[in-house]
Structures are given as structure tokens and as C-alpha cells.
């Protein structure tokens, strides 16, 4: 089947100017050969849209020009659809993409697509809403919120609302709930991650894998803001273990496993931020992998 190419542009994601990049990105695809339209993206997530579109016009691909926010809402509404879906990274922190090896130049993210080369990509559910990279509690949601209200966007904006943060920051009760075990920790934030990283390259899960089935939990638990900055690195680092699942129980310092479904009791209602977009927090959390839920274009494997 011939390829055609939807792209979903988001005018506000990042910083950079959208009208140079969708001159590259309009250019490199006539190159290309490839026949494509440009569809801007919606401030409400719902792409339903361009279900007809997208069947009557026969496209092969929807490549977002956008961040994570756009990309979880894109993706959400649209994979049911026998489409692949592309990422042009143009977000403040852009974590799926990287996760997935996407360059960050628009050229060199343009060519991944052109190969045509895809893998089957994991998302994961946090009581029913969609995740396909990142959901976390406590102080990065409070970033995250703090993000989405600051009147830019880019990462430098985002390092200045985690160095505002960070003195406040104070640590939240959770109650860990696993099929094999379950404990009470306090924890300054907790990440449920299926991508790598928080966005720019920032590992917070250096074992994540978009295709194994499984979600790498990190808990940075209750301790000294010097320490949590030493643990921090070091979890950064690759230097904290993945532990065994049925091994995992309280301890100071960062906590790392991997597991499909966990439960959460968020006693003290801490933040929550879902691929990067502040959502409303909830006192129980069911979170479930949705193994192999979409079609990514990158040559990563
Ligand atoms: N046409 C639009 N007008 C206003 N807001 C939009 C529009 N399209 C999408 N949005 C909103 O833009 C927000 C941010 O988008 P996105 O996540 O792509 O960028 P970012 O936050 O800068 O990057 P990242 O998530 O990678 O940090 C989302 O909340 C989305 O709903």
C-alpha cells in the first residue's frame, strides 16, 4: 500500500517556531515522495475527527509534531486505527521519542520515518486513562502542574519550576499494593514509567523497555534532600539495581522494580501528572500495562 502521511502539528508545544518546521518538514516529504496533509492538533485531545479521514483517505501513518502531551492524546484517540504512528520531537521534554530513539532534528527524525521501519510500542492505563510513557505522583506532577500554568513552555521553564520545587518539596504517603507483596512508604515522588526517562534524556528508569510488558516503578522514598540528590544521580546513573519483585519491600533511599499491574493508595491525595499533563489526582490507583498497544516508526531494535 502506497504511504501517506498525516501529520498532527501542535502550534504551542516547545519553544522553537512552527512555521520553519513545517516548511522542512513539507519539503523533505515531497522529496520523499510520500503524499501527506498537515491537520493542527486540538487543545482538547480528541481527535475523533479524523476517524473518517484517516479510513476514506486511506493514510498509512499519523506523525505528530508535537510533545508528549500531544503524543499520548494522539495516539490515544487514533491507535485503534491500522495506522503507525511517527514522532517529530518538538515538545519541552519530548520522553516517548527519545525513549524510542527518535532524534531530536527534525531532518534526522523525518528520515527515521522515511525507512519505514516500526515496533510495536506498550502503553499502560492509570485507572482507565491512557499512558504511553510516564505517569508520576508527587513532587514532578507538582512540576508538571506548576508547568502547565507557567506563561512558557521549553526546558528551560521546566528546570526553573524543579528548582522553585524543590526546597518546598515535602514527601507524600503512599501504600504499595503488588501481587506478591504490599508496604506503607513515604515517598517525594513516585514514577510508573514504560519510557526511560522524564524527557531529555533524563533516565529515570534506565531499564525501561517500550516492549517488554512491563513497567519500571521507581519510589524515591523519605529521606534528606541531600540524599535524595545523591540517590537521584545514582539511579540516573544506572547504578541502583532492578530488584526482584518479590524482593521488593520498604527501605530508605530509591526503590526499582518492574512489574504489569500495581495498586496504589495515595493517602495525602499527592499530584499527578500523566505523560508529562497534569491530570486530577485520585486516592486509589489501578495501573495496568496494555502490552504491544501501537505501532511506532523508529529503527531503535
Ligand atoms: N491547538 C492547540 N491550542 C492550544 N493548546 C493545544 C493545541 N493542541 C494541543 N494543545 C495542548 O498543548 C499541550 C502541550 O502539548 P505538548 O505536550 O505537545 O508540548 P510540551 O508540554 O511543550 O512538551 P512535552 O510534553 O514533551 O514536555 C497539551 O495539553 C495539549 O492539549
Redesign the pocket.
Known amino acids: 500500500m502506497k504511504r501517506k502521511i498525516c501529520y498532527i502539528l501542535?502550534?504551542?508545544?516547545?519553544t522553537g517556531s512552527k512555521d520553519m518546521l513545517s516548511n522542512v518538514v513539507a519539503k523533505e516529504t515531497l522529496k520523499a515522495g510520500i503524499a501527506f496533509q498537515f491537520f493542527?492538533?486540538?487543545?482538547s485531545?480528541d481527535y475523533s475527527f479524523l476517524f473518517d479521514t484517516i479510513t476514506e483517505e486511506r493514510y498509512t501513518d499519523v506523525v505528530i509534531i508535537?510533545?508528549?502531551?500531544?503524543?499520548n492524546?494522539v495516539i490515544d484517540s487514533l491507535k485503534h486505527l491500522p495506522v503507525r504512528f511517527g514522532i517529530i520531537p518538538s515538545?519541552?521534554?519530548?520522553?516517548l521519542a527519545f525513549g524510542a530513539g527518535i532524534p531530536k532534528t527534525p531532518v534526522k527524525a523525518l528520515k527515521v520515518i522515511f525507512k519505514n521501519r516500526w515496533m510495536p510500542v506498550d502503553g499502560f492505563r492509570v485507572n482507565g486513562k491512557f499512558a504511553c510513557m510516564l505517569c508520576g505522583l508527587g513532587f514532578d506532577a507538582k512540576v508538571a502542574h506548576d508547568f502547565a500554568n507557567a506563561p512558557q513552555?521549553?526546558l528551560m521553564t521546566y528546570v526553573n519550576q524543579v528548582f522553585k520545587n524543590f526546597f518546598g518539596a515535602k514527601p507524600y504517603l503512599f501504600k504499595i499494593k503488588l501481587a506478591e507483596t504490599q508496604f506503607e512508604t513515604g515517598a517525594y515522588f513516585i514514577s510508573i514509567a514504560n519510557s526511560n526517562q522524564f524527557?531529555n534524556h533524563f533516565t529515570i528508569a534506565p531499564k525501561a523497555s517500550l516492549n517488554d510488558g512491563l513497567l519500571d516503578v521507581v519510589i524515591v522514598t523519605e529521606q534528606s534532600k541531600m540524599a535524595m540528590l545523591y540517590n537521584t544521580l545514582i539511579q540516573i546513573g544506572g547504578m541502583n539495581k532492578v530488584q526482584a519483585v518479590e524482593a521488593v519491600r520498604k527501605k530508605r533511599g530509591i526503590i526499582y522494580f518492574q512489574t504489569s499491574s500495581i495498586r496504589i493508595s495515595n493517602r495525602n491525595e499527592a499530584p499527578m501528572h500523566i505523560?508529562?499533563?497534569p491530570v486530577a489526582t485520585e486516592k486509589k490507583l489501578n495501573i495496568e500495562i496494555e502490552k504491544s498497544c501501537f505501532n511506532l516508526l523508529s529503527d531503535y531494535l
Do not use: L, M, Y
Open positions: 501542535n502550534p504551542i508545544s516547545g493542527p492538533s486540538v487543545a485531545g508535537g510533545g508528549d502531551g500531544t503524543v492524546q515538545g519541552s521534554g519530548n520522553g513552555r521549553g524527557g505523560d508529562g499533563e
